[in-house]
């Protein structure tokens, strides 16, 4: 890996993305409200940003119901992983080239 910083991925510049990946890669599978409550943000920031990864294919949506409540979760695909570990790759490199 010559250059690190061409293997970054610009959908994870976001830091509510990042952290929307961080927690579904080692989550089976996580709901919007859990979601919302773990990174901080309201319903239509983290919409958004889901509707990006999504839209990108790097995240699937499920939706059902918990008796009659909606119930919306959200898992990774197996192409947003190797997406997103490519890109936490190169911010790995990036820091060892500094140190």
């Not at 979601?35 to 319903?43: C, N, R, S």
């Not at 919409?47 to 918990?66: C, P, R």
């Not at 936490?88 to 820091?95: F, N, R, Y």
């Amino acid at each position: 890996m010559n250059n690190p910083i061409e293997h970054l991925n610009k959908i994870f510049d976001s830091r509510i993305r990042l952290g929307i990946m961080s927690a579904l890669l080692v989550n089976e599978d996580v709901n919007f409200n859990d979601l919302k409550e773990l990174i901080q943000v309201t319903d239509g920031n983290l919409a958004s940003h889901l509707k990006t990864l999504e839209d990108n294919q790097y995240i699937k949506v499920k939706k059902g119901f918990v008796g009659r409540k909606t119930n919306t979760t959200y898992s990774v695909t197996k192409a947003g992983e190797k997406a997103f570990k490519a890109h936490l790759e190169a911010l790995e490199q990036m820091i060892k080239k500094l140190q």
